[in-house]
């Protein structure tokens, strides 16, 4: 749906739950990339809820390695709340009150 905030400015919300091996991922975040440069959505901020489905270490061809997800990102300008310097791969969960993340 597109909602505008308090200044007027409009949003594009959207949210996916990827498939169990993430191949899915990459091909409905390109239809969802399309979709906001063409009119009505075009100069939307885009915000976007996603489980991605990636693995760190895919054991097969059959799964979306969190490596290519990040190759994707950068080709499409998006950005992830996910960062690159936890051992993961992502970030960490979410701060419990008075917890500092630590890099």
């Avoid at 169990?20 to 976007?48: C, I, K, W, Y």
């Avoid at 489905?53 to 799964?63: A, D, G, H």
Wanted: aromatic letters at 10%.
């Amino acid at each position: 749906p597109s909602i505008q905030d308090i200044y007027g400015r409009p949003w594009l919300l959207g949210s996916f739950h990827g498939d169990s091996n993430g191949l899915s991922t990459e091909p409905v975040l390109q239809a969802v990339v399309d979709l906001a440069g063409d009119d009505p959505f075009r100069g939307h901020v885009m915000v976007l809820g996603i489980d991605a489905n990636t693995y760190n270490c895919p054991p097969n061809n059959r799964y979306h390695s969190v490596s290519r997800f990040r190759t994707f990102l950068e080709e499409t300008s998006l950005l992830s709340c996910w960062t690159a310097h936890h051992p993961a791969g992502g970030a960490p969960g979410p701060k419990r009150a008075g917890e500092e993340y630590s890099d």
